[in-house]
T-cell receptor, first 114, second 111 residues
Framework: DTGVSQDPRHKITKRGQNVTFRCDPI?????LYWYRQTLGQGPEFLTY????????KSRLLSDRFSAERPKGSFSTLEIQRTEQGDSAMYLC????????????FGDGTRLSIL | QKEVEQDPGPLSVPEGAIVSLNCTYS??????FMWYRQYSRKGPELLMY????GNKEDGRFTAQVDKSSKYISLFIRDSQPSDSATYLC???????????FGAGTTVTVRA
């Protein structure tokens, strides 16, 4: 069990650029989640995958955001035309087995928009 | 009003003291309760996971849930400088998958 892995750890980009983050969940986990955390706040839910199916997207996830989980393994989160307000820590979590099992988080990708 | 309220602190205690943290919530549908520890520039690390009302103990950590009062607590005994971190409470409805988090309480344990 190597834990949830996220890449890159830190991304600095100019406003208007596109960025993509990757998450590798714990290997046997079929559920994968993306959250966003801003300074001084707890994480906020963005989206959820069960295997390869994206089952829910938060209203926080505007049309500029898209997430995929091909083949039900790793996941990517893409932000198009980044804005200053997108600056945050993007966290990935995974869980396995039945619903309501504990979610385990990666160390996140910190996005800074210049 | 937020679904989950947590005093952000900061909380500063001397080494060896008991740290007491708590959260209140408004939605009685929450059935699962968690405490996470988050060090600076790291992801949340799961400390405690409970379902029913009552106490759960794991080493120096004790989690309490009082569903009738919509109140949860985390106690850290014999606190160490390595316990200095932000502590987040989180909750989940039955058959749901979205965690609702408090804002986190920043704790410093002074050597």
């Amino acid at each position: 069990d190597t834990g949830v892995s996220q890449d890159p750890r830190h991304k600095i980009t100019k406003r208007g650029q596109n960025v993509t983050f990757r998450c590798d969940p714990i290997s046997e986990h079929n559920r994968l989640y993306w959250y966003r955390q801003t300074l001084g706040q707890g994480p906020e839910f963005l989206t959820y995958f069960q295997n390869e199916a994206q089952l829910e997207k938060s209203r926080l996830l505007s049309d500029r955001f898209s997430a995929e989980r091909p083949k039900g393994s790793f996941s990517t989160l893409e932000i198009q035309r980044t804005e200053q307000g997108d600056s945050a820590m993007y966290l990935c979590a995974s869980s396995g087995g039945a619903i309501n099992q504990p979610q385990h988080f990666g160390d996140g990708t910190r996005l800074s928009i210049l | 009003q937020k679904e989950v309220e947590q005093d952000p602190g900061p909380l500063s205690v001397p080494e060896g003291a008991i740290v007491s943290l708590n959260c209140t919530y408004s939605n009685s549908a929450f059935q699962y309760f968690m405490w996470y520890r988050q060090y600076s520039r790291k992801g949340p690390e799961l400390l405690m996971y409970t379902y029913s009302s009552g106490n759960k103990e794991d080493g120096r950590f004790t989690a309490q849930v009082d569903k009738s009062s919509k109140y949860i607590s985390l106690f850290i005994r014999d606190s160490q400088p390595s316990d200095s971190a932000t502590y987040l409470c989180a909750m989940e409805r039955s058959n749901d998958y979205k965690l609702s988090f408090g804002a986190g309480t920043t704790v410093t344990v002074r050597a």
